[in-house]
């Protein structure tokens, strides 16, 4: 493989190789955070839940305290409960039993009340009645706090009271955990999942982590949310999509250059090896002619031909070969004017029928000698038309010089000049080798042959046809091609008719 094509695949591989490692720590750090964020919520609904088990407790040490004053004061009758009761929200239903187990209060009841009188009396142990302590009752799905008092006379009593949950949320819960700090926040859910508090609506809301709020609301959880689309995970998710297409798009850029500087470069190249081969070509062309001048020069001067009508051959062909070579150097010439931008045109009424004429006069020894047939016709009806005969005839002997040097076994060069259409036609026909159609467009450029043309065994110096079409897009007109390989071509060079003058 060779070194260019090396260079930008390493590039691309490396591209490819950071984006993988990139993509890699992305998913590495999406992992460590997300930990790390659940670490964090967990501490924060720990915390929460410690706090309403705080709060709840001082609240029933409190309960308790009062309790046990208003038992314990001389004269103490439940009656006083009542009174006791509406300055504790707090507590739901408040039951007293005696030693016995007999319910001293409430003396009216409902059929829950009935199942709780049943239930708390046989669910306390001998042993609890001697203390001074608290327990924790489940009774039909509700948790009930016992605790054994004395009255003043010193008769143990036992007093059972619920939690009222509305004034639990509203008083504890609510005021404890207050409203939302930052984006995530903290609600307390039963058992079933169902808000018993919540700062905020749950819909949408992710829940990161539970935890329980102990003995103390056993039916009860700590929950801590997180408001749809602020989780770490979408937002590692969104990093990562934004990532991922900004390399993507750099990775196109990177592409896109390489592609670019791969073929200014093939450009370049291809530029640089026609130019050499535009140079080896002028020189061979030059030498040909060259060559002949000198070699029937010497022949002259050596007083060897002694046949008059064999010298008159030999100065034509001297003559016709300078012809060839200032045709040769005026195309180079020409063509760097044109390269430089400083080729002009004067362009002037001109007749046609004597400018083809001419022309192709300088061809007609050329010609005959290699057997061609030549057919010529030309309108007998043209007017005068806007060109600058110099380069309309460089143009049209480029043509004729091609249609001799790409022809094989069938000689024969037609040239034809009339008016169609309100423009001037001048054309050139072979019945040569022909150009392929793909390389119908490109034969124009500079410096381009057909397989660089070594293949056909013809020299040349490729800047024949870009010259041909200055010279015809200079007059505001424009060539045609129409050729088949094998069969032959024809080259038609269109003129408007209206006057013009141009420069390059
Ligand atoms: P060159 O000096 O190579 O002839 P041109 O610019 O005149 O340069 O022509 C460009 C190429 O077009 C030639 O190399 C040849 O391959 C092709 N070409 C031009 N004229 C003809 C023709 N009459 N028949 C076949 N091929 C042609």
Redesign the pocket.
């Known amino acids: 493989m060779r070194l260019s094509a090396v260079a930008p695949l390493a590039i691309v591989l490396a591209a490819a190789v950071l984006a993988v490692l990139g993509y890699l720590s992305l998913r590495q750090w999406q992992a460590t955070s997300e930990l790390l964020f659940r670490q964090q919520s967990r501490e924060m609904a720990t915390m929460a839940a410690e706090k309403v088990r705080m709060v709840l407790n001082q609240m029933e040490d409190e309960i308790v305290a009062r309790l046990r004053a208003a038992v314990g004061r001389p004269g103490f009758t439940p009656d006083a409960l009542p009174a006791f009761l509406a300055d504790a929200p707090l507590v739901g239903r408040l039951y007293l039993f005696d030693r016995r187990g007999h319910l001293l209060f409430p003396a009216a009841f409902t059929d829950r009340d009935a199942a709780a009188i049943a239930a708390i009396p046989g669910a306390i142990p001998e042993s609890f009645w001697e203390r001074e302590g608290r327990m924790r009752l489940g009774v039909g799905g509700e948790t009930i706090l016992a605790t054994v008092l004395k009255t003043a006379a010193g008769a143990p009593v036992l007093a059972a009271f619920s939690r009222d949950p509305e004034v639990l949320a509203r008083d504890i819960i609510a005021r404890t955990l207050g409203p939302r700090a930052g984006q995530s926040f903290v609600a307390v859910i039963d058992e079933q999942g169902r808000p018993v508090y919540s700062p905020e609506p749950l819909a949408g809301a992710e829940r990161v982590v539970i935890v329980s709020l102990g003995a103390e609301l056993p039916s009860w959880r700590v929950a801590l949310y997180q408001p749809a689309g602020l989780s770490p995970r979408e937002a590692a998710r969104r990093q990562i999509t934004l990532f991922t297409a900004a390399f993507g798009l750099l990775l196109l850029v990177i592409v896109g250059g390489l592609a670019a500087t791969w073929r200014l470069v093939r450009r370049e190249t291809q530029i640089a090896r026609l130019k050499s081969d535009f140079v080896a ?1 002028v020189s061979h062309d030059l030498k040909t002619p060259l060559s002949l001048i000198r070699m029937f020069g010497e022949t002259l001067e050596m007083g060897r031909v002694t046949d008059d009508r064999q010298r008159q051959e030999y100065y034509r062909v001297i003559t016709r070969e300078s012809e060839r070579l200032s045709r040769l150097i005026d195309n180079v010439l020409d063509f760097s004017r044109i390269d430089g931008g400083r080729r002009t045109y004067d362009i002037v009424p001109t007749a046609v029928e004597p400018l083809v004429r001419d022309t192709l006069e300088a061809f007609d020894y050329v010609l005959r000698q290699r057997g061609f047939a030549l057919t010529v016709r030309i309108d007998p009806g043209l007017h005068d038309a806007p060109l600058d005969g110099g380069a309309v005839a460089q143009a049209l002997a ?1 043509l004729i010089d ?2 001799i ?2 022809s094989a076994d069938r000689k024969s060069v037609a040239v034809e000049a009339r008016g169609e259409a309100g423009r001037l036609a001048l054309s050139v026909a ?1 019945e ?4 392929p159609r793909v390389e119908q467009a490109r ?1 124009f450029e500079k410096f ?3 397989g660089r ?1 070594d293949t ?1 065994g013809r020299r ?7 010259l041909v079409r200055h010279v015809v897009e200079a007059h505001g007109g424009r060539v045609t091609v129409e ?1 088949e390989p094998g069969r032959g ?1 024809r ?1 038609t060079l269109w003129f408007p008719l209206g006057t013009r003058r141009a420069t390059a």
Not at 460 to 466: E, F, I, N, Q, Y
């Open positions: 070509n480029n091609n249609a040097k790409y072979d040569g080798i022909g150009i034969i381009y042959r057909v043309s056909q040349g110096s490729g800047v024949g046809l870009a050729s071509s080259f």
